[in-house]
């Protein structure tokens, strides 16, 4: 057939995501014909064999650099080469307290809305279709930040956002709030994925091409009618800022961070960061680079707001799920100052930023599910009272990783932070800085409310207790906290890496 072209694959260099979906796929098999004995341990080292097998190929490959990989749709460079690192890092971690089978078991049969489906036991069915599910959410994830063209970025967008909308359900069997969470990101998210289909025409129409260079190109020669692209920065964003959960896109993050289940909350909260902010700086630092002073006043507004409203609306929370969700929103506001930066500084403190509050999110969700009474996970903050002397180790844990959000020295937070404001700061962004420093002040109140409710108040006999973690669950908290301590005391090596490695083709 004249005109066209055999598609030409690097293979060594997509080989982790390939090896992602190859498992995913095989999980799927496995979910359909191996017995439900075998399948919890079969379906969790497939998943984790995967994974590790993913992160070895991209360990082979993490000095070589491309942009025709998959025929000029993604970029293998040195910052999506450590984008991929970290997902594939933390989905492992998550992975491990996924595996706790307490989690995803479903209940026992009983008549719907009668007492008895309330106070159901446990059957002892796992559902291990959380597993080729997270693996398939976890290759959309490694496309994401490498993609280089609007088509592929819509692919990875929804590869990664289809299986995260059934993870947030799988809980709904055990209560209503995984329902409604699945409900509401799948409908806001099809809402923010039409955005970014609007914003990917207008900019097609304004450059002619889907590329991020060819559209870069386009924008620095000003050709085509600045309208649409300015129209189509602006819809591409609030696709990519509902991701983030940026103000105001941020409607779905605290709904679906308290309705889902913990260990999916983790997952979620940590990985998409990744992927999301690491599309964000790609798109923004190669494609709309050289409209800087059109989008600047947007995203600015947005940082600011974001930043603003997280801390200040996290201190009215008592629930500690909502509370670490509207945590999350300010540390989204907080990440916006590195792409606002457009600078190598600020991308370098973008993507050790994202390492930091990532694995120490995973560590801190991993301890909200160790603290339950008779009907499960007890996440008002009331009922954590004392926790400190019921508990020492898991208080003590817990509030490392709520001193590393607060970005308190010697933990990996306030070398995040540090970085990244001042990264815009040598920008010239003074405005954001000042913001997110007040912000930072802010946020450090409802971390430390919780850490004095814990340590310096007297438990109180309600029936919660803290469970002794699987060895999995435990591996993933200790890992977490451990680094969350060794990037706060010696952030340098990660620092030098990251500085040496991170390039973006353009």
Do not use: C
């Amino acid at each position: 057939m004249s005109g066209f072209t055999s598609p030409v694959l690097i293979y060594s260099l997509v080989a982790p995501i390939l090896i992602v979906l190859g498992g995913a796929v095989i999980g799927v098999l496995v979910e359909a014909f191996a017995s439900r004995k075998i399948r919890p341990i079969l379906q969790l080292s497939l998943t984790v064999g995967t994974l590790v097998l993913a992160l070895a190929q991209l360990w082979r490959v993490r000095h070589e650099t491309s942009g025709g990989a998959a025929m000029g749709s993604v970029a293998i460079d040195g910052a999506g080469i450590l984008m991929q690192a970290a997902i594939l890092f933390m989905a492992i971690l998550g992975v491990f307290l996924i595996a706790d089978q307490e989690n995803f078991t479903v209940l026992a049969a009983a008549v719907p809305g009668s007492d008895e489906e309330a106070h159901s036991i446990k059957s002892g069915e796992q559902l291990t279709e959380i597993y080729p599910l997270t693996l398939f959410a976890v290759a959309g994830m490694m496309l994401f930040p490498i993609s280089t063209d609007l088509i592929t970025l819509f692919v990875a967008l929804e590869m990664l956002s289809l299986p995260l909308y059934l993870m947030a359900g799988l809980s709904r069997r055990r209560r209503l709030m995984s329902q409604e969470a699945a409900l509401k990101y799948f409908l806001l998210g099809a809402f923010s994925s039409a955005f970014f289909l609007f914003g990917a025409a207008y900019l097609y129409g304004f450059s002619g091409t889907v590329s991020l260079s060819g559209i870069g190109a386009a924008v620095s020669a000003s050709t085509g009618n600045t309208v649409f692209m300015l129209i189509g920065i602006a819809f591409l964003s609030v696709g990519l800022l509902f991701k983030v959960g940026a103000v105001p896109f941020h409607a779905w993050t605290p709904d679906v961070y308290q309705g889902a289940p913990t260990p999916v909350t983790a997952f979620m909260a940590a990985a998409t960061k990744v992927a999301a902010f690491g599309a964000l700086l790609r798109i923004f630092y190669v494609g709309f680079a050289n409209a800087y002073w059109d989008w600047r006043p947007f995203i600015t507004v947005i940082a600011i707001i974001t930043m603003l409203f997280g801390s200040f609306v996290a201190i009215a929370q008592r629930d500690i799920k909502r509370m670490l969700a509207y945590s999350s929103i300010a540390h989204a506001g907080f990440l916006l100052s590195g792409v606002l930066a457009l600078n190598k500084a600020g991308l370098d403190a973008s993507i050790f930023y994202l390492i930091a509050y990532g694995v120490a999110t995973l560590g801190a969700f991993g301890v909200v599910t160790l603290v339950r009474d008779s009907a499960g996970e007890v996440t008002d903050l009331n009922r954590w009272a004392g926790l400190g002397k019921r508990s020492p180790f898991v208080a003590t844990v817990f509030a490392t990783f709520l001193l590393g959000f607060a970005g308190i020295p010697l933990t990996s937070g306030f070398i995040g932070k540090f970085s990244i404001f001042s990264a815009a700061y040598e920008s010239g962004n003074k405005a954001v800085v000042i913001v997110g420093v007040l912000s930072s002040a802010i946020a450090a109140y409802f971390y430390i409310r919780v850490i004095v409710l814990m340590f310096f108040t007297d438990p109180v006999e309600d029936g919660t207790s803290v469970i002794i973690p699987s060895v999995l669950t435990r591996i993933s908290i200790v890992t977490a906290f451990a680094l969350t301590i060794f990037l706060g005391v010696f952030p340098t090596p990660l620092l030098n890496f990251i500085s040496s490695t991170a390039i973006l083709l353009r």
